[in-house]
């Protein structure tokens, strides 16, 4: 392989939310009550904050206001929508630390059916550059552009006037080697898999001492799929994710709000068990991990070999807090916390947002806490976006 490749390997594993860490695939009966034990799955740019407003809050989504961007965090939330319909696009350039070609861009739009139901689209595409594989004597053998895309549509419905649910069904690929396949080391096709989005919302205002405030809770099952396989040997989970949130908004005065967000987020899919270095049959500590979803996303809760403690490790939290002035001009700040056992990502984010009748444009970045060498310091992300009211029918005459 050449150096290309070796760097791309490297980069693709640094992706996974739970892979930034490189553990190894054996793990010694010393290392249960701390050590790296991170989880594995595919296709880990579905777990990618893909617009700027959530990504200038610690990547917090489930209860925010709702938005255009709203599929990835809670689809739920766009029959809360107060607009009829919206378009957005956002853009990020991944991993410039290390390398210049790599972005994620998401294009997303919903429309409100009636004042019950709306209906919604994202396209998520992830490109890694171009890609030369070379044989054993280093000659170029085929240039190829990996990427990945998902491509979702959901329905959101009220049940009432303070809640409302919603679901989605999503289709991905992932093309990693254009079907490129080297003498000895099997044929590697592009993988695919299918899954669906289960979400609730809940908002209700409440006032305290004659001001107002609004707080609101979320809860999305994102992701429950099929297995993804690249070959004929091995299938991989796709990143199942449960996440719960809250919101608390405050409406200081008839120019300033601030809203305080707070999201915990935990993947259920199994937890790799400690096995036996002489036996790899054997499993000394946790469970088998290559099990069907469904008994995957149950066992994920208590499947990890260091118990419940390391169970709790398993969960990551991000907070956020965002500054409305006038309804135009928004400040965002955030951080996102996950343990050093299960990836290790910590970092501050910051962002703004200006919003002008139908136009929205919002920024986000993100730096490293401190003392932590991430390749994805400096990360930031673009969004634009529109939102519109229906064109309304002239009163009748009496």
């Not at 299918?194 to 209700?204: I, L, N």
């Amino acid at each position: 392989m050449s150096n290309r490749i070796k760097l791309f390997a490297i980069i693709f594993t640094c992706l996974s939310t739970t892979n930034h860490v490189f553990s190894q695939g054996q793990i010694g009966i010393d290392e249960l009550s701390g050590g790296l034990n991170s989880l594995r799955h595919a296709v880990p740019f579905l777990v990618i904050a893909p617009d700027s407003r959530a990504g200038a809050m610690g990547d917090v989504g489930a209860a925010s206001t709702p938005d255009v961007n709203s599929q990835h965090w809670n689809p739920a939330k766009y029959a809360f929508a107060d607009k009829e319909w919206g378009a957005a696009l956002s853009y990020t350039p991944w991993l410039r630390n290390l390398i210049n070609d790599i972005n994620l861009t998401y294009l997303g739009g919903y429309m409100k059916i009636d004042d019950m139901q709306a209906v919604s689209a994202t396209l998520l595409y992830f490109s890694m550059g171009d890609i030369t594989f070379t044989n054993e004597a280093n000659v170029p053998q085929q240039t190829h552009s990996p990427n990945e895309f998902a491509f979702d549509v959901a329905y959101s419905r009220k049940f009432a006037d303070k809640i409302s649910g919603a679901i989605a069904f999503r289709y991905i690929r992932s093309d990693l080697t254009g079907g490129y396949s080297q003498q000895g080391q099997g044929s590697f096709t592009a993988g695919s898999a299918v899954a669906a989005d289960v979400s609730m919302y809940y908002q209700t205002p409440l006032v305290i001492n004659n001001k107002n405030y609004e707080t609101a809770l979320g809860i999305n099952i994102s992701n429950i799929g099929s297995k993804l396989s690249y070959n004929e040997e091995k299938k991989d989970f796709i990143p199942i994710n449960m996440r719960v949130g809250g919101r608390f908004t405050s409406k200081i005065d008839e120019y300033n709000s601030v809203t305080f967000l707070l999201d915990f987020n935990k993947l259920l899919v199994p937890t790799p068990p400690v096995r036996d270095p002489e036996d790899q049959t054997v499993i000394l500590a946790g469970k088998e991990s290559d099990v069907p979803v469904p008994t995957g996303m149950f066992q994920s809760f208590y499947d990890a070999p260091g118990g419940f403690s390391e169970e709790l490790h398993e969960i990551s939290y991000s907070g956020g807090i965002e500054y409305w002035y006038s309804g135009q001009f928004a400040i965002r700040a955030g951080y996102f916390d996950e343990h050093s056992t299960k990836g290790n990502r910590k970092y501050f984010t910051v962002g703004a947002g200006l919003k002008y009748n139908v136009f929205n444009l919002d920024f986000a970045y993100l730096m490293p806490r401190s003392g932590q060498a991430n390749p994805l310091a400096n990360t930031v992300r673009f969004s634009l976006s529109f939102e519109f009211e229906r064109a309304r029918k002239g009163a009748k005459k009496r």
